[in-house]
């Protein structure tokens, strides 16, 4: 079947400038999550969703990121006056509940100038 | 909180080599764990995972990895590398009361031929 799927796959947007990424997640999976890939800091979890509701924000990096999830489905993250340490590749993942097996969109390569 | 060591950055081989990334990680309490791969200009794929039972998991092209518990490792092996073996290769581990993913900071493997 359908596996998660990103858009855009590549943005590149200006210094200050907001950003929304999407996630549309295995089709029946409740689980999705978000995570960063970047140079220096390797994969960072950001997010948790389970359902619509988010128990785990742990790792968003600053008050400019949030995320929001509708439908119990399609996800996006959006990014606020973004700053060039921002670039990344954010990738997205869902898994079904209870399990832990997440399968990997992806992603969407974000470059700040 | 968890954190994953994968030893080697770098590894280099050349095809019929055989192959062992280490992979340690801290936390006490129960864990899964995981291998990802991530070929060139693809996104991440399960390679094999460790839930319970068996220590010694098999996983997809002839990959194996082994949980060693008094050790907190899992590290992976092949016996014998192939050209098309040459990726990014991510040790990852989920606590077992929590959701998210605490990745190592990957090894490049290149197999020449």
Same mark, same amino acid.
């Given at each position: 079947?359908?596996?998660?799927?990103?858009?855009?796959?590549?943005?590149?947007?200006?210094?200050?400038?907001?950003?929304?990424?999407?996630?549309?997640?295995i089709?029946?999976?409740?689980?999705?999550?978000?995570?960063?890939?970047?140079?220096?800091?390797?994969?960072?979890?950001?997010i948790?969703?389970?359902?619509?509701?988010?128990?785990?924000?742990?790792?968003?990096? /600053?008050?400019?990121?949030?995320? @929001?999830?509708?439908? #119990?489905?399609?996800?996006? *993250? $959006?990014?606020q006056?973004?700053?060039?340490?921002?670039?990344?590749v954010?990738?997205?993942?869902? /898994?079904?509940?209870?399990?832990? @097996?997440?399968?990997? #969109?992806?992603?969407?390569? *974000? $470059?700040?100038? | 909180?968890?954190?994953?060591?994968?030893?080697?950055?770098?590894?280099?081989?050349?095809?019929?080599?055989?192959?062992?990334?280490?992979?340690?990680?801290?936390?006490?309490?129960?864990?899964?764990?995981?291998?990802?791969?991530?070929?060139?200009?693809?996104?991440?794929?399960?390679?094999?995972?460790?839930?319970?039972?068996?220590?010694l998991?098999?996983?997809?092209?002839?990959?194996?990895?082994?949980?060693?518990?008094s050790?907190?490792?899992?590290?992976?092996?092949?016996?014998?590398?192939?050209?098309?073996?040459?990726?990014?290769?991510?040790c990852?581990?989920?606590?077992?009361?929590?959701?998210?993913?605490?990745?190592?900071?990957?090894?490049?493997?290149?197999?020449?031929?």
């Amino acid at each position: 079947g359908a596996g998660v799927s990103q858009s855009p796959s590549n943005k590149v947007t200006e210094k200050g400038k907001d950003v929304e990424l999407r996630c549309d997640p295995i089709s029946g999976h409740t689980a999705l999550y978000w995570y960063r890939q970047s140079l220096g800091q390797g994969l960072e979890f950001l997010i948790y969703f389970q359902g619509n509701s988010a128990p785990d924000k742990s790792g968003l990096p /600053s008050d400019r990121f949030s995320a @929001e999830r509708t439908g #119990g489905s399609v996800s996006t *993250l $959006t990014i606020q006056r973004t700053q060039q340490e921002d670039s990344a590749v954010y990738l997205c993942a869902s /898994s079904l509940s209870g399990t832990h @097996e997440q399968y990997f #969109g992806p992603g969407t390569r *974000l $470059t700040v100038t | 909180a968890q954190s994953v060591s994968q030893h080697n950055h770098h590894v280099i081989l050349s095809e019929a080599a055989s192959l062992e990334l280490g992979c340690n990680y801290s936390y006490g309490g129960t864990v899964n764990l995981f291998w990802y791969v991530q070929y060139p200009g693809q996104h991440l794929q399960l390679l094999l995972k460790y839930f319970s039972g068996d220590p010694l998991v098999k996983g997809i092209k002839g990959f194996e990895a082994e949980f060693i518990k008094s050790k907190f490792s899992f590290n992976l092996r092949k016996p014998s590398v192939q050209w098309s073996d040459t990726a990014e290769y991510f040790c990852a581990v989920n606590a077992g009361d929590g959701n998210k993913l605490v990745f190592g900071a990957g090894t490049i493997l290149r197999v020449k031929s």
